[in-house]
């Protein structure tokens, strides 16, 4: 019988991690990021084998293996411990954050938004404001003693939908090109730009609580305004200054001149959205959304990759280590903890409710609404990413997610990813069913 290589490769790796912690100042000090990389990108891809072979999205078996390796050590396995708590690690997860809401945003165009039509924004925008409303209640409900910011910050990681899972779900049931399908994924689109800003104003004010300070009403506004104005006038710009930068780039000879000056776009935005005190995820994601294939006619007529081909690479490697290091940073001791497994299912229950709500935005006839609040599901890696943020906002000194709220939500991502493909290929047959009847019934 053939072994995986993948997971003989990984058995040898394990070991090896005892020694490179106890390394003395003779090992090079990259000889430890590089091993624990080669352990997280073996797992990673061992676990999104095993998903896709179940008929799961590859990004939930790299976060179930993050979940197992990291839990490994409550059974006596110590040594694969510092991966989750190494700084270089940390650092190149947050360069993956940024790689995929890059490549989510090139994914769509501004064109796109504008097109989406008046059905998509209303889906979107109740499925936003149903989801934080009903995660806010859930905090106030399950966790009393905790800051209402708190609340509402669990309110947050409801609101925005996994667009790249929604999109592969349709996709492998044929439906990508459904009425439904452009709901969906128009509203998806909406939901990740206002979940962002939703994010930037909760983030914003526990910032200032933290600071000892407190915001008016006037103040929060301002920080939605802030980020509109942001998004807006990122886009507005980058509409006008994309084509003339490609341009000018595209006339430079030397290899990688279009993936160079990509990346540096998209990390110019994220460090300009830092600099006003949003999120880098916002830039990142609005860079993305700006650069179209038209940018990039010159670069394309020498035969050269889209942009989106060129990242795609780089954000195989890096991705997967948020989502490994995501799911290592889940405790599952803390279930244990006494209300953690109800907020757990409580999330859920809320995270499905909030976007059966968006259905009823659906204004176009013929179009199945309970298809569109199945497909508005999935959190994925957009919860995840709140959640992360969430860790590292802090009010009197302590996280505004802390251990046990962290490992309700990734629990809550794990359950809407993998509930989502079946739910929707039943509705998809529910729906065709029920119009296979309608015209049976009708008069010949």
Known sequence: MVRNPLI?????????????????????PVARVVLFLAIILAAAKLGGDL???????????????GVVLGNVSHLGVHA??????????????????????????LESTVGQMLKVGVSSFIVATLGVL???????????????????????FLGATLTATSVGITARVLQDLGKSTSAEARVIL???????????????VV???????????????GEIGLVFLKAAVFLVGSLWVGMWLSPRLFNLASRLRARGVLLAVGLAFCFLFSWLSSVIGLAPIVGAFAA??????????????????????????????LVPVFFVLMGMRTDLTSFARPGVPLLALALTVCA?????????????????????????????????????????????????????????????????????????????????????VDLTKQPP
């Open 80 to 105: 694969l411990a510092p991966i989750a708590t190494d700084p270089t690690m940390d650092m190149l997860s947050r360069l993956g954050v940024l790689l995929l809401l890059f490549e989510v945003g």
């Open 288 to 317: 993305g959304l700006v650069l179209e294939d038209v940018h990039f006619h010159d670069f394309k007529t020498r035969g050269e990759s889209t942009l989106e081909e060129l990242v795609k690479p780089i954000s195989s490697f």
């Open 203 to 217: 983030s914003g004010v526990i910032a200032a609580v933290d600071r000892g300070g407190s915001m008016s009403y």
């Open 130 to 152: 149903a989801p934080f409303a009903l995660g806010w209640l859930a905090g106030a409900l399950l966790l009393p003693g905790a800051s209402p910011y708190v609340h509402a």
């Open 51 to 65: 998903a896709v072979r179940l008929g799961q999205p590859a990004v939930l078996g790299e976060l179930v293996v």
């Open 352 to 436: 499905v409710v909030g976007k059966q709500v968006c259905g009823l935005g659906v204004t176009g006839k013929g179009v199945d609404r309970l298809s569109v609040g199945i497909g508005m599901i999935p959190r994925g890696e957009v919860g995840l990413i709140f959640a992360n943020i969430g860790q590292s906002l802090t009010i009197g000194g302590a996280p505004v997610v802390d251990g046990a709220v962290f490992s309700a939500v990734v629990a809550m991502v794990i359950v809407t990813t993998m509930i989502t493909p079946p739910a929707l290929e039943w509705s998809f047959g529910r729906a065709r069913a029920t119009a296979s």
């Open 186 to 200: 128009g509203a998806a689109v909406i939901d990740d730009v206002l979940g962002l800003v939703i994010l930037a």
């Open 8 to 28: 003989v490769l990984f058995t040898l790796l394990v070991p090896s991690i005892a020694l490179a912690s106890e390394g003395g100042a003779h090992v090079d």
